[in-house]
Every structure is written in structure tokens, then in C-alpha cells.
């Protein structure tokens, strides 16, 4: 995954947090995602977010 994504598309995974990165979980294996760069995530069938990614993609752009 490259250091700049704007949007992500995400089907048949689950979504988890480890530390300021979105973690993807899919049948391939996990890949690591940074929630800074990120301003769209669409989520497709299949697709489950743990309450801590959530909050992460909430929270990522809120100034201190």
C-alpha cells in the first residue's frame, strides 16, 4: 500500500487498529494501511470494523 492514500476501498475483511495504522485482515493475510492520509474508506459487503479502527478514522485529522 502506497505512503499516500486518499480513498480505500474494503470487501469480505475485518478492520482492526494497531497503533495510528488501520490494520485489513482478509484471506491474503494483513495488510497495514496509515489512517493520516486517508480521507475516504468505503466499506463493501462482507466487512467488519472493531470499535478501535473506528474510532481511530474518527479521531485521525481532529486537531489536538
Same mark, same amino acid.
Given at each position: 500500500? %502506497?505512503? *499516500?492514500?486518499? =480513498? $480505500?476501498?474494503? *470487501? =469480505? %475483511?475485518?478492520? *482492526?487498529?494497531?497503533?495510528g495504522a488501520l490494520v485489513i485482515v482478509d484471506a491474503s493475510g494483513r495488510t497495514s494501511v496509515p489512517a %493520516?492520509? $486517508?480521507s475516504v474508506l468505503l466499506l463493501g459487503p462482507g466487512t467488519a470494523m472493531t470499535h478501535a %479502527?473506528? $474510532?481511530l478514522a474518527a479521531e485521525v485529522d481532529q486537531p489536538a
Open positions: 500500500v %502506497a505512503d *499516500e492514500v486518499g =480513498h $480505500l476501498y474494503v *470487501e =469480505h %475483511a475485518r478492520i *482492526e487498529r494497531d497503533d %493520516a492520509p $486517508l %479502527a473506528v $474510532l
